[in-house]
């Protein structure tokens, strides 16, 4: 076993030399797993990514390769859907810039008036895909009184939408009608900048946007023009465009709530991460079906 124990990544040339002739890869979101190091490492075997998203993986070219491709779904749900609302609360709330006008010394005495923000009880929520983390958020909106409103290319059946209150409206309708709009789509062509200036336009001017998805998912540049006009309320994001670069315009602007990609960060969390990325990982190699493949078909092609 060869352990990268550095902060940073490693560069693709150094991944390569160290990968090559093992058959098992435990990897993070911020190594990228595309063909060339697929074809620079043919005894690889598996792949397997410490998250649920895998867009830093080439799935097809693994698949056409008879590599295995695992990720971590369900472990993380609950944690990432309990971060999104401390995204959701912070931003209706103003947390951080109370924090902020404490610390600056500005809390001279108590004021009727003073960081108002928007309630959160009792509005509507907007879930842009309702998979296990959509749902996870949603369920918590029924303890805040909210109606539930998501888009999904999926409709999530009959039993799911009464039990979370859920109606599944258009995009535009959700958009129209929701006072937060939170994303959880995984990475893919279709939904990089599935919010964009015209989605952002479409907004309430009350509303905030969370986004604990994936950063490309929003056009940031856009987000930055519609918070500094006021056209929407507020934003919560844990992640951003081109990570860790965050768009400067953000950082110069009070009603938006920036975390650096936390949403699953628990010490709980974070260790069945590792053990269920580490179980997929030793199950391929072994020759057995691991718990969570991303793509079972290379695993049929592996064996036929
Ligand atoms: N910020 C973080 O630290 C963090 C942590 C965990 C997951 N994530 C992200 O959250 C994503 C969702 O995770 P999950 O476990 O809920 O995945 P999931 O597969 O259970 O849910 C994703 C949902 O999005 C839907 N979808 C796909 N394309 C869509 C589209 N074009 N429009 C609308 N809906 C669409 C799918 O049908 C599915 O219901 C992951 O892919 C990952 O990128 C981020």
Not at 98 to 118: H, N, P, S, T
Not at 280 to 291: F, H, I, Q, S
């Amino acid at each position: 076993m060869d352990v990268h124990t550095g902060d940073a990544p490693l560069p693709k040339r150094e991944l390569i030399a160290r990968l090559r002739a093992r058959q098992g890869l435990v990897c993070l979101i911020t190594d990228a797993v595309d063909d060339e190091v697929l074809v620079a490492c043919p005894d690889l075997r598996a792949v397997a990514n410490v998250a649920v998203g895998f867009n830093n993986i080439d799935v097809a070219a693994a698949t056409r390769r008879g590599v295995v491709v695992t990720n971590t779904p369900d472990v993380l749900t609950d944690t990432t859907a309990d971060f999104t609302w401390a995204l959701l609360m912070a931003a209706a709330r103003r947390v951080v810039e109370g924090d902020q006008y404490v610390r600056q010394g500005r809390f001279k005495q108590w004021e009727y008036m003073v960081l108002l923000g928007g309630d959160i009880h009792g509005k509507t929520l907007g879930v842009v895909g309702f998979g296990r983390i959509g749902r996870a958020v949603a369920r918590r909106g029924l303890g805040f009184g909210m109606r539930v409103l998501y888009q999904d290319a999926v409709p999530a059946g009959p039993e799911v939408e009464r039990e979370l209150r859920a109606t599944r409206v258009d995009l535009p309708t959700l958009l129209r009608e929701s006072d937060f709009v939170t994303l959880h789509t995984p990475l893919l062509p279709e939904t990089r900048h599935l919010i964009g200036a015209q989605a952002l336009a479409a907004m309430r001017p009350t509303a905030c946007l969370i986004n604990a998805a994936r950063g490309p998912v929003v056009d940031e540049a856009a987000l930055v023009e519609a918070l500094r006009e006021r056209r929407i309320a507020g934003a919560g994001l844990d992640v951003f465009e081109e990570e860790p670069k965050v768009h400067p315009g953000l950082l110069g602007l009070t009603n938006v709530v920036l975390a650096p990609h936390v949403a699953s960060a628990s010490y709980e969390t974070r260790l069945k991460m590792a053990n269920l990325a580490i179980d997929n990982c030793l199950t391929v190699l072994e020759g057995g079906t691991p718990p969570t493949p991303v793509n079972p078909e290379a695993l049929a092609s592996r064996r036929a």
